[in-house]
């Protein structure tokens, strides 16, 4: 079942989110964040674009949410999204479902753009918003520093309404 987030699903988001901020390159968060940080930024994004979570039994199994693209007024249209499973919980078509339902949200809010950005490698990935129409836009070379290493960010970007 997919819905929307809410502040008590704070502790499960960090337990998803919390994985890849401290084993993998996914994220450039170095620190793990607190329940209260997690809720925070679940209430913070609700007030004015949608969080979802995909659950089973009670038991969140992924999340997918999205955040202001730039601050400035003009880029009120575009947005970056982002999605996070349970490790056990890939492969089994939960992130499509997610991203596909969140894109679904954004079209519904008139906006007419969604990036995507992604540490790279990571093919997993790059198949999911690629499956989705997102085209790849730019690629900046070593931006991030994590686990000793220089990563790259790729953004990768669907438009609702090509013209």
């Known amino acids: 079942m997919i819905r929307i987030a809410n502040v008590g699903d704070a502790a499960q988001l960090c337990e998803i989110y919390n994985h890849y901020v401290l084993n993998t390159n996914v994220t450039f968060e170095e620190q793990a964040v607190t329940v209260e ?3 925070s930024r679940v209430q913070e994004t609700l007030s004015s674009l949608p969080w979802l979570v995909v659950e089973d039994d009670s038991q969140v199994l992924g999340f997918s949410y999205a955040s202001k693209w730039k601050g400035r007024c003009a880029y009120r249209y575009s947005a970056e999204a982002t999605v996070y499973l349970r490790p056990d919980a890939t492969g ?4 499509t479902q997610l991203y596909l339902e969140l894109l679904k949200e954004l079209k519904d809010r008139s906006l007419h753009t969604v990036m995507g950005g992604i540490a790279l490698p990571n093919d997993a990935s790059v198949a999911l918003h690629e499956k989705l129409g ?4 730019a690629q900046f070379r070593q931006v991030g520093h994590k686990f000793g290493n220089w990563i790259d960010v790729g953004y990768w970007q669907l438009l609702f309404d090509p013209r």
């Open 134 to 137: 997102f085209s790849k836009v």
């Open 92 to 95: 089994k078509g939960l992130g």
């Open 37 to 39: 940080e997690m809720a």
